[in-house]
């Protein structure tokens, strides 16, 4: 079946296109552990209806990047004989420490908190455990097509979501057709589902258009930067975690890290610092690689080798910002719904939840030939995944009046269950940096880094990402005056800093005049997908879109 189209910008907008349009009753937007597992479980319940699974990276599990620690409950719902054929990289928790680091000092604490008791739970690779994943799917009769990019959503006639476009492949930067070119398909179906996972495009758009954050605080974001070490034989503890807080962090800065050991002396290892940080001259990259020096982690690195690295944006509004999770013809699930609970640093079982829950939803509509998002937005409110993100909704907001009095916070909620009588506010990320006059910038002492990557373009190398220099730049900056103007005034372009893989370069350019001046440069090659810049721009005027399908990084086992 084909469908013409009015063409696109650039070189060719005069030109119709004839698309194809593949019919479905169900699309998924995302090969997750969400949008897997939706697929997965809306087979098993109504195998009649059809299903499809498009993921934007080249091959599934290579865009995905996570601690992770997962906790198995829903998994052994989803697949009750997992564990018999675990996935390559699954090793049991084993035990569990939590430390407070100073500059040249650490203090292990007695006790872990609660949120953080891994008994019982599995170190995995969520990338690995998507690539397992998906096999199952597709023995169930899913269908999966990874490096297809969801561009845009189509709408029918009344506005409702009726599926969404694939981009389309071989068009040039200057927005002319390639001799390659091959224009996106368009995916119809009943109900689409949105499972992108934090700050998803497509979501993005739909939350807007529809008014699904009406009535909830803004939604939050951390950035996650991780790292895959191969070290010293004898040297890694299997299924050993480690937790850390305070320093590289100052105390108005939230941040913290992790350590997991995983077989074979292999050990994942990353830096989450919050977006709603203050200082415009803070650099969530270098505080990942001076907390590796630090003399409770260095000693465990040093003579190793780094195996794969990466970033990705984390979740962290909590209940307070959920949106409402349904819109006529697509619903939220994962991560795009923002359902990680911070305190245990954990979203993978919450994503297995609501994606089972939105299958079962759709899946008690099966015999009637019809199928309704109406009704799921009650139904997961009404759950226990969001009675856990209610208990714990006021303990990441408590840090940002500072790291000891967000400490004792989240002992209390912690202690209380969440049965605060108040709720704390929550506010844009955009909006928390403090200008550079109004800034007191505090002393890092940051050291000397001996340890590998030695820069943030030696850390795109190992990310593998790789995008075609000749397609249109998918990291759109909708007035670039803002850049060499105001944005250098006001906070030094902190779009330099905050993005881990030097994406963001101000030049030096001389005018026609023979003036000089600046120029912002937007090396969209190095871009990671980590969606930073799209969330922590002071002005909001840097949108990241899909790039190609299959563009992207190339994640092993992160």
């Not at 696109?8 to 995302?30: F, H, S, W």
């Not at 940080?277 to 270098?286: C, L, V």
């Not at 305190?343 to 939105?358: C, F, N």
């Not at 909620?413 to 929550?426: A, Q, Y």
């Amino acid at each position: 079946m084909q469908q013409p189209d009015e063409g696109l910008p650039g070189g060719d907008a005069a030109v119709e296109i004839e698309r194809d349009v593949m019919e479905y009753d169900v699309v998924t937007v995302g090969a997750g552990p969400a949008g897997l597992a939706f697929a997965i479980r809306l087979k098993q319940l109504a195998p009649a209806l059809s299903v499809c699974v498009i993921e934007k990276g080249a091959t599934v599990g290579a865009h995905i990047l996570s601690g992770a620690v997962i906790e198995p409950g829903p998994l052994d719902a989803l697949l009750p004989g997992w564990r018999d054929n675990p996935p390559p990289v699954c090793v049991p928790a084993t035990e569990d420490e939590f430390w407070i680091l100073g500059r040249t000092s650490g203090r292990k604490l007695p006790f872990v908190p609660p949120q953080m008791n891994n008994h019982g739970n599995f170190i995995v690779s969520l990338g690995a455990l998507c690539a397992w994943l998906a096999p199952q799917a597709e023995a169930l009769g899913v269908e999966i097509y990874p490096g297809f990019a969801a561009a845009s959503v189509l709408h029918d006639a009344d506005g409702r979501v009726a599926g969404v476009r694939i981009g389309d492949m071989g068009v040039a930067r200057d927005g002319s057709h390639k001799p390659g070119f091959t224009a996106g398909i368009d995916i119809r179906a009943k109900v689409t589902v949105l499972a992108e996972g934090a700050r998803g495009s497509l979501t993005k758009q739909l939350v807007k258009r529809f008014g699904l954050d009406a009535g909830c605080d803004p939604q939050a974001y951390s950035i996650g930067i991780k790292e895959l070490w191969q070290l010293p034989a004898g040297r890694g503890t299997p299924g050993k975690i480690v937790h850390t807080v305070g320093w590289p962090a100052d105390n108005h800065t939230y941040g913290g890290s992790f350590l997991y050991h995983l077989d074979g002396d292999r050990v994942a290892l990353g830096y989450v610092s919050g977006l709603d940080y203050a200082d415009p001259d803070y650099k969530p990259w270098e505080a990942f690689q001076q907390w590796k020096h630090h003399p409770t982690v260095a000693p465990l690195l040093e003579g190793g080798s780094i195996v794969s690295a990466g970033a990705r944006a984390i979740v962290t509004g909590g209940w307070q910002s959920l949106p409402r999770v349904e819109m006529p013809g697509a619903l939220l699930v994962g991560d795009g719904a923002g359902l990680l609970n911070v305190p245990k640093i954990k979203g993978t079982h919450q994503a297995i939840r609501s994606a089972m829950l939105a299958a079962e939803h759709l899946a008690a509509q099966a015999g009637s030939g019809a199928l309704d998002s109406a009704g799921f937005d009650a139904r997961l409110r009404a759950s226990e995944a969001i009675k856990e993100l209610r208990q714990v909704r006021n303990i990441k907001p408590g840090f940002k009046r500072g790291f000891w009095f967000g400490m004792f916070n989240a002992a209390w909620e912690t202690v209380t269950r969440g049965l605060s009588p108040w709720t704390l506010k929550v506010k844009p990320d955009w909006s928390a940096l403090d200008t550079l006059g109004d800034r007191a910038h505090p002393e890092r002492d940051y050291v000397k880094r001996t340890l590998a990557p030695r820069d943030r373009l030696q850390g795109v190398y190992f990310a593998a990402t790789s995008h075609d220099e000749d397609q249109p730049v998918h990291l759109v900056v909708h007035d670039t005056s803002i850049c060499i103007g105001r944005c250098v005034e006001e906070y030094g372009n902190p779009c330099t800093r905050f993005c881990p893989a030097g994406v963001y370069e101000m030049v030096d350019e001389v005018a026609d005049d023979g003036s000089a001046g600046l120029r912002l440069q937007v090396n969209a090659a190095n871009c990671v997908h980590c969606k930073t810049c799209d969330i922590k721009d002071p002005y909001e005027i840097i949108t990241w879109v899909t790039p190609e399908g299959g563009s992207g990084p190339n994640y092993q086992n992160l």
